[in-house]
């Protein structure tokens, strides 16, 4: 099946303990991308990446990190969280960015509590 | 800098009828456009998209209109149906030079009374 997977779903962490959330896509998808979704605030691009070892930011990249070392895995990564890390992620890929092949599938979401 | 809204935060239709949603955007070389929808406890799921250069796309009962001289986005829903009741998110890429790149506005969330 057809899927963009992350792990974990649910987190809860404390202040400054470095966590990892993977996301997996099998679709052979060149574009991925990490968003939040925060209540009134919509959701707001993070990281994207357009293919291996491509990365770039989006509108709120402070304090998170990605790596691209392979197509189908694109982690992101909270070096030091904090509480205004609080907040509901989703992982996407789309096949690439070009029109016609740009729709974009959507991870489970992962939803981070960092007290 | 660039910002997407949409104008109504809650619409109310009775099943049926049609459905239109709207988005204003504020960026005037945003190249690409989509819509999403979003089911209480899923991630969100592509509808449609439309280019700067199409001012109408259409699919399975749905249509998006671009007006590009008022910045303007629509969403239409034909025979609207309970199954439709969700959070509705457009979307645009700021410039066609950078592609990655995604800003969502705030969504509309669309009840479906039977």
């Known amino acids: 099946e057809a899927q963009v997977t992350q792990n974990p779903r649910y987190l809860i962490t404390v202040t400054g303990k470095k966590l990892t959330v993977t996301c997996s896509q099998n679709?052979?998808?060149?574009?991925m991308s990490w968003y939040r979704q925060d209540p009134g605030l919509g959701l707001r691009q993070i990281y994207y990446s357009m293919n291996v070892e491509v990365t770039d930011k989006g509108d709120v990249p402070e304090g998170y990190k990605v790596s691209r070392k392979e197509k189908r895995n694109f982690p992101l990564i909270l070096e030091s969280p904090s509480p205004n890390q609080t907040s509901l992620y989703f992982c996407a890929s789309s096949l690439s960015r070009v029109f016609g092949r740009a729709e974009q599938y959507f991870g489970p979401g992962t939803r981070l509590t960092v007290t | 800098g660039e910002s997407v809204g949409l104008h109504l935060p809650t619409l109310s239709v009775q099943e049926g009828d049609n459905s239109i949603i709207n988005c204003a955007y504020s960026n005037s070389a945003s190249d690409y456009f989509i819509w999403y929808k979003q089911e209480s406890g899923k991630g969100p799921q592509f509808i449609i998209d439309i280019r700067s250069n199409m001012d109408k796309r259409q699919g399975q009962r749905v249509t998006v209109l671009l007006n590009k001289t008022v910045k303007h986005l629509s969403l239409q829903i034909a025979a609207t149906q309970p199954g439709d009741s969700a959070v509705y998110f457009c979307a645009e890429t700021p410039s066609s030079g950078n592609t990655g790149k995604l800003i969502f506005g705030q969504g509309t969330t669309l009840q479906v009374k039977p």
């Open positions: 679709m052979n998808h060149e574009y």
